[in-house]
């Protein structure tokens, strides 16, 4: 049956207005007062083109999913208890009190405003608002106290926002979206290291608020490669044009807290719009463009050898936070790529990947390492990202500034940039070691040159380092000597040769550890070849 109300009706006590779960509240035009402790139970659709009055409560108890259709206008409590959830297809605005039984209110493309004094009660993670279009839950006149928006993108994802402002009092509105995106609230969607949402968080009257936040998420929210230890909120700034991007610092991130949901606070926000949760996605970009060649697998004509590749031996996952020798800071560590990039069936060409190398930013004044990265090295000596092709993003650092930057591998000799120089987020800034060795930092207590000599005019990272030290020598103990190193391999494993092979011993890059041999095969009389008239060779950093 469906009401029509044309003048004004006093609600003493519980209402049904029909035993059918089709029964509707309809009204046009009249006042409706609900009184206080009395409730309307309806199980069909609610349109109204007016206020509902009084302090008394419309209850939500169909059995199929309810519309509700208010024009905008008010309902003062509302309680839903529908397993089946309600769907708003105008905007609603709630006066006192939302409760929250059983079931969602699926906002679609229209709002849901909360009054100032109003209420969200009982909402989890079966029962909440599911922003799952443009629509979005509106707190007026939001002030120092905290307000959580229970919001989620679906009906299976619970990603509440908690909010409190203490600048300038005004409406704040939130929506959850359904991953975290390279574009703020756009683009292409990140598919690791993130937790898989974001909000779109705005307010009625720009600038003035200052908000802290609080974003939750579930476990089943981290998309792979996530780091619940070293985490953070960032917002995506979208002016000026040389700001654009994701905001956030290495100094901005720690672990997270709570116990599945987990929880992150971030406090003295003044600029709203896309806000999501990881590290190395969202972290403020730094891009650099080094060019090394390593001199182990240097083949002539400007380009590398690539059969650790060919041989099916790069790790997909980074190797040196496994190398006691190298020490990831900032965002680095566990870098991944793909076999697609890294593995014998990527496509054979001057980009096809060599190895991993590991790069470190060098504040530009004192020189300390801030921050490192391990990306991906290819054959003509261009370092990039861990998909193969992009540059290198020393990601979670101030842009504007000078750095220095400098690059190891795990058996060659590290060399730093001779001067310290500007990286922006969105332009990458060039850096050839090869073509000059002065564009290597050279330590004038250290007897040999910076870098090795390839070719007439040709630079690279010294060779034969098989223990992942700072220096190249066969003299010495299995500590430091690296043809004790090659022997020692070689002794682990039984047998005169190890291939195919991902080892540091592998002083060649051939994808086999040797010691006999002409020095185009023998790792042994590579590191010979190397030395020269030296009994050492050290790294200038």
Do not use: C
Request: hydrophobic letters at 40%; a neutral charge; charged letters at 10%.
């Amino acid at each position: 049956m469906i009401k029509k109300l044309y003048s004004t009706l006093l609600i003493a006590g519980s209402l049904f207005f029909s035993q059918s779960s089709h029964a509707q509240l309809f009204i046009n035009g009249a006042q409706f007062f609900i009184e206080s402790g009395a409730t309307v139970t309806v199980q069909g659709d609610i349109t109204s083109n007016t206020d509902i009055l009084g302090t008394g409560k419309v209850l939500l108890k169909g059995t199929g999913n309810q519309q509700v259709n208010m024009n905008n206008f008010t309902i003062p409590r509302l309680e839903i208890d529908n397993v089946s959830n309600a769907t708003l297809t105008s905007a609603l605005k709630i006066g006192t009190d939302l409760t929250f039984t059983n079931g969602n209110i699926l906002l679609g493309t229209n709002n849901l405003t909360m009054a100032s004094a109003a209420a969200i009660t009982t909402p989890a993670a079966n029962k909440f608002i599911v922003t799952n279009s443009t629509g979005k839950l509106v707190k007026t006149a939001m002030g120092a106290s905290s307000f959580v928006y229970p919001v989620g993108n679906t009906t299976l994802t619970y990603n509440p926002l908690t909010l409190a402002n203490s600048g300038t009092v005004d409406d704040i509105a939130v929506r959850a979206l359904p991953n975290a995106y390279n574009a703020g609230l756009t683009g292409t969607a990140f598919t690791k290291e993130v937790v898989d949402a974001s909000w779109d968080v705005s307010e009625a009257v720009a600038n003035g608020s200052n908000l802290s936040m609080t974003a939750s998420w579930a476990g089943t929210d981290e998309l792979i490669g996530f780091n619940r230890a070293k985490a953070g909120i960032s917002y995506y700034i979208t002016t000026p044009a040389a700001s654009v991007g994701w905001d956030m610092l290495n100094s901005q991130t720690g672990p997270a807290t709570g116990s599945n949901p987990y929880t992150f606070t971030r406090t003295g926000i003044t600029q709203l719009g896309a806000f999501a949760v990881g590290t190395r996605p969202v972290l403020s970009p730094l891009l650099v463009s080094p060019k090394i060649f390593l001199q182990g697998a240097y083949a002539g004509a400007g380009l590398m050898t690539d059969n650790l590749r060919t041989l099916n031996q790069i790790p997909t996952t980074e190797p040196y936070s496994a190398i006691a020798t190298f020490t990831h800071s900032g965002s680095g560590g566990g870098e991944t790529s793909t076999t697609a990039i890294v593995g014998s069936t990527a496509p054979a060409s001057n980009d096809a990947i060599v190895d991993w190398i590991f790069v470190q930013l060098h504040d530009g004044v004192s020189g300390t390492v801030i921050s490192t990265r391990a990306a991906l090295l290819q054959r003509d000596g261009d370092i990039v990202e861990t998909d193969g092709v992009s540059p290198l993003n020393m990601a979670g650092n101030v842009p504007g500034v000078s750095y220095y930057v400098s690059v190891r591998h795990r058996n060659h000799l590290g060399i730093r940039t001779a001067t310290a120089f500007t990286l922006t987020k969105t332009t990458s800034t060039p850096y050839n070691f090869t073509d000059n060795i002065s564009k290597a930092y050279n330590n004038v207590a250290i007897t040999n040159p910076a870098m090795a000599t390839l070719a007439a005019g040709i630079y690279g990272l010294y060779g034969g380092n098989a223990n992942s030290d700072a220096a190249t020598r066969v003299s010495g103990t299995v500590s430091i000597s690296d043809f004790q190193r090659i022997l020692a391999a070689l002794t682990a494993a039984g047998t005169p040769t190890i291939s195919p092979t991902y080892s540091a011993a592998d002083v060649n890059m051939d994808g086999t550890v040797r010691v006999t041999g002409t020095v185009s095969i023998s790792d042994f009389q590579k590191i010979l070849s190397y030395l020269s008239s030296l009994s050492i060779l050290n790294q200038h950093l």
